[in-house]
C-alpha cells in the first residue's frame, strides 16, 4: 500500500516537474500529456485513500453509497 501512494506521489511529482518545465516549450501536445500525468497521479492518491477509508469502515462506506444512490435515483425521478 505505501509502494502505490509513494508511485502515485512521484507520479504527482513528475507531472508538475515537467509541467514547470515545460513552460519554456510550447508543444501543446506536449503540456496536454504532463497535465495528464499530474491529475492521473493526483486520481491514483483519491482513489487509495477512498478504499482505505472503506477498508477501515466498511459499514459507513456501505451506509454512504446507499444514500448517494439513493439520492441520485429521488433526482433522477423528478
Request: hydrophobic content about 40%.
Amino acid at each position: 500500500m505505501a509502494r502505490s501512494t509513494f508511485s502515485d506521489s512521484a507520479r504527482d511529482a513528475a507531472g508538475r516537474i515537467q509541467d514547470a518545465v515545460g513552460d519554456f516549450a510550447d508543444d501543446a501536445q506536449d503540456q496536454a500529456r504532463r497535465r495528464y500525468r499530474t491529475a492521473r497521479g493526483q486520481a491514483e492518491g483519491y482513489f487509495d485513500e477512498a478504499s482505505d477509508r472503506i477498508r477501515e469502515q466498511p459499514l459507513v462506506a456501505g451506509l454512504a453509497i446507499l444514500a448517494i444512490g439513493y439520492i441520485l435515483g429521488r433526482l433522477r425521478v423528478l
